[in-house]
């Protein structure tokens, strides 16, 4: 079977040739609300990822329909509905359109079908990936919370392995212009376990992972250890539901760009910017003063060349 790189090589060859209104809650976070609360099966978590990815076409599904493009049983998907608290699968599909249809009204005038080459419709992919960002932070709430607790956590340790680490150097960068004593973490196994250990006893109090596709088994089993050791978890992810998720104290959900071979990350670096401005606004003093400091070391040292 073909990764998901191969396929997308094949299916995503570049050699053939406005502003978003205001609007509710995006699609991925109404439906978070409705599908984090209970604790799933396996099985179940296909079906609720299912409708996440492809809300505007399963919300009109038959029950038989969506258990065959799950590849669940009906009554697979009716005991996922009540799972989620509704009495069948008609009442969940009803709050399923309702979410469906907001979500088509939102974009008044935009094209029935997609026109332009595989560069241009990945940057498309992206667009909207950002849109719905800027619909979850109407609500900025978690950020400046998860913000201020990464603040607080000193040392405060950024994970990312494999494709993460890119997203993890990134936030550790620039965390360490405005926090004393940030630890980063890009290698797996027993060298993850000691970092993460060390920077409990050293007093950390939170970790900020980075899980993107194709998701690491090392990542999971890292953060089991981090909450095995007593540090709580900040996720940046694409996925709402999961065994990353489910370990996480705080999840934070962010599509990435799929449509060519590997995967774009707008969205993700948009979150991470995001939780460094609530960190820097949690202490301003403490903030300023290290941007001085660095500043004055920069023009000392001559660090960067006089545009």
Do not use: C
Not at 68 to 82: D, I, L, M, N, W
Not at 126 to 149: C, H, K, M, S, T
Not at 217 to 225: G, K, N, S, Y
């Amino acid at each position: 079977m073909p990764s998901p790189q191969q396929a997308r090589a094949q299916a995503s060859a570049i050699t053939s040739g406005k502003t978003a209104p205001e609007v509710g809650a995006a699609p991925t976070s109404q439906l978070r609300e409705l599908f984090d609360g209970p604790r799933l099966s396996p099985g179940q978590r296909r079906i609720a990822q299912y409708l996440i990815e492809h809300i505007t076409e399963a919300a009109f599904l038959s029950i038989t329909d969506l258990a065959e493009r799950v590849g669940v049983s009906q009554p697979s998907v009716t005991r996922f509905a009540a799972a989620v608290g509704f009495s069948g699968y008609p009442a969940l599909r009803e709050k399923l359109q309702a979410i469906a249809l907001s979500t088509l009204s939102s974009t008044p005038g935009a094209p029935a079908e997609d026109h332009g080459n595989e560069l241009q419709l990945a940057v498309d992919a992206e667009i909207e990936n950002l849109e719905n960002l800027r619909r979850d932070f109407a609500d900025p709430d978690q950020v400046i919370a998860i913000g201020r607790a990464l603040s607080q956590s000193t040392p405060l340790t950024v994970l990312g392995l494999r494709i993460s680490v890119s997203l993890a150097e990134y936030f550790a960068y620039a965390a360490r212009r405005i926090h004393p004593d940030v630890r980063l973490v890009t290698r797996g196994g027993s060298v993850a376990y000691d970092a993460l250990l060390q920077s409990r006893e050293a007093g950390g109090t939170w970790l900020l992972a980075f899980g993107m596709p194709r998701h690491a088994q090392e990542t999971l089993t890292a953060v089991r250890v981090a909450r095995s050791a007593g540090l709580r978890v900040a996720l940046i992810t694409d996925l709402a539901l999961g065994p990353l998720a489910d370990e996480a104290d705080a999840t934070f959900t962010v599509g990435t760009g799929a449509r060519l071979v590997f995967d774009s990350y707008a969205a993700p670096v948009m979150m991470s910017a995001a939780l460094l401005q609530a960190m820097s606004d949690a202490d301003p003093e403490r903030t300023q003063a290290r941007l001085e400091e660095y500043e004055q070391i920069a023009e000392q040292h001559q660090f960067f060349l006089k545009d």
